[in-house]
């Protein structure tokens, strides 16, 4: 990404398939928030749970969105999901506690437990079944040696595959019997494009839920995420918040309350991505990519290097500089296989995006 961005300012025709984050603005609902809210006057700190308002909606949003009552009083505003992550897991878990999560996926995962002292356990996961941490999977490391936390995602990062809604409940059965906390992060929940992922809240208040306004609301920079939380939790990860970061940015949360009733404009963003998903989902195995997790949501195409084209992280240099097109090599997402892999997020334009499939069919073509 530095070098796409290097190239893009010395003016090349420089596409980024690269960033993981939305390329459409926030909804000027949220712009309009924030401008009355300056204009008001002061910004300052807030709760360090955030502000009762936005806390509510998040609440009523839960029940518009999977038909559940989640009390206001266990939601709690974050830095981002960022900073959801480290609360959840300093409140969940003792240091060398081991913690399940899939690989290949988000690296920030496995680089935040060990941060924090806690142990990173990665089970491998591959197109043969779908890209998915299954329960019997999840119960075969725990008999192997006790785990005490689980994290899914779904969509997940960097494949995009949604965990179906009957084995994401038993992966919550199999965690509450076996008292692994499960840790469920729904960032992506409002990119998906068949059948709606379920969230953790639908089948336990036991769970710890990760969620941000920074994807389907468009509001990367803003920061601004929540947490879910069991009742016995709220007050450990409040204080934890008061010592790190004393409360979410006051502005950001204003934004963020707004932008949860711009829904129209925030699903005709998702009409471009579902578009974009399409057009890649027919494109890459035609032009040579392999193995492909199931395009089922979040904005991004996990798949094979092309055979013959050597590892991920020289092809995805050659492609840069040969192409102009920006792709992430998978070494970051899993650093035991991640060189046979690449990931291509479709959160562009869909001018870009099909210049960036003509460029790589040329290229792919003429190899």
């Not at 796409?4 to 993981?20: D, E, F, Q, W």
């Not at 208040?205 to 468009?218: E, G, H, L, M, T």
């Amino acid at each position: 990404m530095a070098e796409a961005n290097r190239m893009r300012a010395a003016g090349l025709p420089v596409i980024s398939l690269a960033v993981g984050q939305p390329s459409a603005s926030v909804p000027e609902r949220a712009l309009e928030a924030t401008r009355a809210f300056m204009d008001a006057g002061k910004i300052g700190y807030t709760d360090a749970l955030g502000r009762s308002s936005l806390r509510e909606r998040v609440a009523r949003q839960a029940h518009e969105a999977y038909g559940v009552s989640l009390a206001a009083d266990r939601i709690m505003i974050t830095t981002g999901s960022s900073a959801g992550f480290n609360l959840a897991f300093l409140a969940a878990f003792d240091a060398a506690d081991r913690v399940a999560i899939a690989t290949p996926g988000y690296p920030a995962y496995r680089n935040i437990l060990r941060a924090l002292g806690l142990r990173p356990v990665e089970i491998p996961v591959d197109a043969s079944d779908g890209y998915l941490l299954t329960a019997e999977r999840l119960l075969k490391e725990h008999r192997r040696e006790p785990l005490q936390g689980v994290l899914i995602a779904s969509p997940a990062n960097p494949t995009g595959t949604v965990t179906p809604r009957a084995e994401f409940e038993r992966l919550i059965r199999v965690a509450e019997r076996e008292q692994i906390t499960f840790i469920s992060d729904e960032i992506y929940h409002g990119l998906v494009f068949g059948e709606p992922a379920a969230s953790a809240l639908e089948f336990t208040d036991r769970a710890i839920v990760v969620n941000s306004f920074s994807k389907y609301y468009c509001m990367t920079g803003w920061r601004v995420g929540w947490l879910a939380l069991p009742p016995e939790l709220v007050r450990v990860a409040e204080r934890l918040a008061q010592s790190l970061y004393i409360s979410p940015p006051e502005l950001s949360q204003v934004a963020a309350e707004a932008v949860m009733d711009a829904t129209a404009e925030l699903d005709a963003i998702r009409d471009v991505y579902d578009s974009n998903r399409r057009l890649l989902e027919a494109a890459l195995p035609q032009i040579g990519f392999r193995d492909m997790a199931p395009v089922d949501g979040a904005f991004y195409a996990y798949a094979g290097v092309p055979d013959g084209e050597g590892e991920a992280t020289a092809f995805a240099r050659r492609i840069l500089a040969e192409t102009h097109v920006a792709i992430t090599p998978g070494t970051d997402f899993d650093p035991a296989r991640g060189e046979g892999f690449v990931r291509l997020s479709y959160a562009g334009h869909p001018t870009e995006i099909a210049t960036a499939v003509e460029r790589l069919r040329r290229h792919l073509a003429r190899a």
